[in-house]
């Protein structure tokens, strides 16, 4: 079936993301290096996103939350105070840090703008910090819908292309996680397109579906419309 609607994730496939995690989570590991090695401070962090993302949803405020955690578990709850302030600091850097958009971005979006397919941008995580993104980036234009959601399932995925288009069945969705983008638009019935970023976070982390008649695999957003051209 002819493809009418294009989803596109935000994080690490329009924007970069995830290494300003990494980021942030070097200069938390620098403030606790007297209460544990790099690798168990890392563990720990994990563990309590991983705990977390059921009560505080994916973004910036729940990672801010889950280092303060972390801060007060490994120290045994006597963190100084001057480190909390610091963590709330550098998450509120996070938050302030200007967008840079991945190469071919804007391209691939005007692309299937012009196109005259439906372009919409599903994306999980704070609303709030994605709508500022989202603003800040200056692609808000493109999109003809917007979906800021807390989790992304086969249900969201077939609620979002039949509520903006004709159906899962005739859209695709573009990201950087298999586990978030790409397995859980093609259990709905739509196209998965992957387009693999460099870091990757441990929570979202999947196996491909290899063989499957509606998944591919892209080496940037520039190979997008020849993509979209070959499936009709």
């Known amino acids: 079936m002819k493809i009418t609607t294009i989803g596109f994730d935000a994080d690490d496939t329009l924007w970069h993301n995830e290494r300003f995690y990494v980021l942030t989570q070097d200069r938390f590991a620098d403030l606790l290096s007297d209460y544990g090695d790099r690798d168990n401070l890392d563990e720990r962090l994990l563990e309590a996103e991983r705990r977390n993302i059921g009560h505080y949803g994916y973004g910036i405020k729940g ?13 045994d709850s006597r963190v100084p105070a001057s480190v909390i ?3 709330l600091e550098i998450g509120q850097d996070m938050l302030r840090h200007p967008i840079e958009l991945l190469p071919e971005a804007r391209a691939a979006v005007e692309a299937m703008a012009a196109s005259h397919h439906r372009v919409l941008l599903i994306t999980k995580g704070d609303l709030l910090d994605q709508e500022r993104k989202l603003t800040e980036s200056g692609l808000w234009e493109y999109f003809d819908g ?3 959601v807390s989790e992304k399932t086969p249900e969201v995925y077939a609620r979002v292309f039949s509520a903006h288009g004709d159906g899962p069945e005739r859209a695709l969705m573009v990201g950087n996680s298999l586990k978030s983008d790409v397995l859980p638009a ?3 019935g739509a196209w998965g397109v992957h387009v693999p970023f460099q870091l990757a976070w441990a929570l979202e982390q999947a196996e491909a579906p290899e063989g499957h008649a509606r998944f591919r695999v892209l080496e940037n957003l520039g190979q997008l419309a020849d993509l979209v051209d070959e499936i009709g």
Request: glycine letters at 4%; proline letters at 0%.
């Open 146 to 148: 917007v979906e800021i």
């Open 85 to 87: 302030h610091r963590i």
């Open 186 to 188: 093609i259990g709905a």
């Open 63 to 75: 990672f801010m939350l889950s280092m303060i955690e972390t801060a007060i578990e490994v120290t």
